[in-house]
């Protein structure tokens, strides 16, 4: 399905989209006219409903000073795609699952978990436990939170609870949710430092550069947030792929901010106007954070 979502590179080609949603919606006449006379293109309203999913056994809430924060930050993250969300329902689920229940049997309990608690047109944010004992035998792992590449089946985002206001991982895991891959994918075959297979492989967009993977972190000065001195085997050439991209899997820099590319917010938003569509519920110009 990704492959026929691939960029859009002018705006007038994202606003006949918009025009194409807007009909599909069947909005007024007025709307389309405000839309084909907008200097720029508008934001892409979309709700979202926040489920807190608690065990009977420890059940531990997120306050809601936190869910605002997080919302926050995942539209900060999300504007320069021109898609924002707006918190319009918050549930209490009781049910005995954490993050790596929820991955049991290849996902199997996700995607039940998925089917009994999913609304149609609106996304659900799942608030979720992790497990209490990360570690084991001096091995310790962390499934920080998860969502599908544009699936249509499951219409959610998982998040462990004590990420949700990360400044990375909600907006990463909505990346996903929007058609991204990761920045070092190697599904699609290894993106060439050259960048000649750009299209083909990696996560399939020309302007985030090879990424060789945080295996290779050793080479990130994160202080000046680059990678030196790695080079791919065949060429000598250097990879320099972009350590502070929301997509990618290296840790933060210091005092950088996260970042999409031009390339990946096109396909966020031609993801939310062409496979999400359904769920816009409104037309917004600039939004405002503090
Ligand atoms: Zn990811």
Same mark, same amino acid.
């Given at each position: ?13 994202? !606003? ?105 047109? +609106? ?19 962390? +499934? ?22 990360? *400044? ?7 990346? *996903?949710?929007?058609?991204?891959? *990761? ?8 993106? +060439? ?41 065949? +060429?000598?050439?250097?990879? *320099? ?14 005092? !950088? ?16 106007? !062409?496979? !999400? ?14």
């Amino acid at each position: 399905m990704y492959a026929n979502i691939l960029p859009i590179r002018t705006v007038g080609a994202d !606003r006949e989209q918009l025009i194409a949603v807007c009909r599909s919606l069947q909005a007024p006449e007025t709307d389309l006219a405000r839309v084909r006379s907008l200097p720029g293109l508008p934001y892409l309203v979309f709700p979202l409903r926040v489920a807190m999913v608690l065990q009977p056994g420890r059940p531990e809430f997120v306050s809601a000073e936190k869910i605002r924060k997080s919302l926050d930050i995942l539209n900060s993250g999300l504007a320069g795609a021109h898609v924002q969300f707006v918190l319009v329902q918050t549930d209490t689920i009781y049910a005995n699952v954490t993050i790596p229940v929820l991955k049991q049997d290849g996902y199997e309990a996700y995607y039940r978990f998925s089917e009994m608690y999913d609304t149609g047109d +609106t996304c659900t944010l799942y608030l979720v436990d992790n497990d209490e004992h990360l570690c084991e035998n001096y091995a310790c792992s962390r +499934t920080m939170g998860f969502a599908n590449i544009l699936q249509t089946s499951t219409n959610n985002v998982v998040m462990d609870k004590f990420f949700v206001d990360d *400044h990375k991982i909600l907006v990463h895991e909505f990346g *996903h949710y929007f058609g991204l891959y *990761h920045t070092a994918e190697t599904f699609f075959g290894i993106e +060439t430092v050259s960048g000649e297979n750009c299209r083909t492989a990696g996560d399939r967009i020309c302007d985030t550069p090879a990424d060789p993977g945080e295996l290779y972190n050793v080479y990130v000065n994160y202080s000046g947030c680059e990678m030196k001195g790695f080079k791919e085997e065949e +060429t000598g050439l250097e990879y *320099h792929p972009i350590i502070q991209n929301y997509m990618s899997y290296y840790a933060p820099c210091y005092m !950088r901010q996260f970042s999409f590319t031009e390339g990946q917010m096109d396909v966020v938003f031609s993801a939310a106007t !062409r496979v !999400r569509h359904n769920q816009i519920v409104a037309l917004a110009t600039a939004p405002v954070f503090k």
